[in-house]
């Protein structure tokens, strides 16, 4: 399995900053993905990262908004930009089976936002 | 495009009864079908997945789901519940494997009655 650590795991930010939200994981992976975790919804897709290439972003997502880096193979950062209460949600990041010997998809254990 | 439906919000059972979290699915190719289980504070972890092959699949914690194609189904059960399967859980599906997008259905919370 992959082990994915995720910074900072909560956050209280003032309205108009901005987040930026680390993923950092113990193997080499190709892709990796960010959700959107809104209060009492479902996980939303905001994006895909591929090292080396621009992200792919899910449509209603923008990359003003959610700027995404990927630096190399083991590790990407998502920004939250000019916040407003409406982002307030728990973000994940998440990458596939580093050896792609298995069909699951690992998740770190997510960052609470919170925009006053 | 993908769908997942998880009907209700909350799923309240005694401890020791049975457990059944429903889940339907749309999709246009063959899918891949998971469930993931959320404790407070925690990451998602997953319960089991379906790819290929035998339609019953077991998981970990004494879960189990069928893979009913004719329903477009993928429910969740466990023969008695446990206080410690309390969390919330989340039906998802892909198209191509999980190097490939999850689409998520709301999720459902379990609660366990002593």
Redesign the interface.
């Known amino acids: 399995s992959a082990v994915?650590s995720q910074k900072p795991s909560r956050d209280i930010c003032q309205r108009g900053t901005s987040l930026t939200i680390q993923c950092q994981v113990d193997s080499q992976v190709?892709?990796m993905?960010w959700y959107r975790q809104q209060p009492?919804?479902?996980?939303?897709?905001i994006a895909?990262a591929n090292q080396g290439s621009e992200a792919t972003y899910?449509s209603g997502f923008v990359i003003d908004k959610f700027p995404i880096s990927r630096p190399n193979l083991t590790f990407s950062t998502l920004t939250v930009s000019n916040m407003s209460p409406e982002d307030s949600s728990i973000y994940?990041c998440?990458v596939?089976?580093p050896w792609?010997r298995?069909?699951?998809?690992f998740?770190?254990?997510?960052t609470r936002l919170t925009v006053v | 495009a993908q769908s997942v439906t998880q009907l209700g919000s909350h799923v309240s059972v005694s401890e020791g009864a049975l457990v059944l979290l429903r889940c339907n699915y749309s999709s246009s190719v063959p899918p891949y079908l998971f469930w993931y289980v959320q404790y407070p504070n925690q990451g998602l972890q997953l319960l089991l997945k379906y790819t290929t092959g035998a339609t019953l699949v077991k998981g970990i914690n004494g879960f189990e789901a069928e893979f009913k194609k004719s329903e477009t189904s993928f429910h969740l059960t466990k023969p008695s519940a446990h206080m410690s399967d309390a969390a919330e859980y989340f039906c998802a599906v892909s198209d191509a494997g999980a190097n490939s997008k999850l689409t998520f259905g709301k999720g459902i919370t379990l609660s366990v009655r002593p």
């Open positions: 994915i190709t892709m993905f009492g919804q479902s996980l939303t897709l895909t899910e994940l998440s596939e089976d792609g298995d069909t699951e998809a998740f770190g254990q997510g």
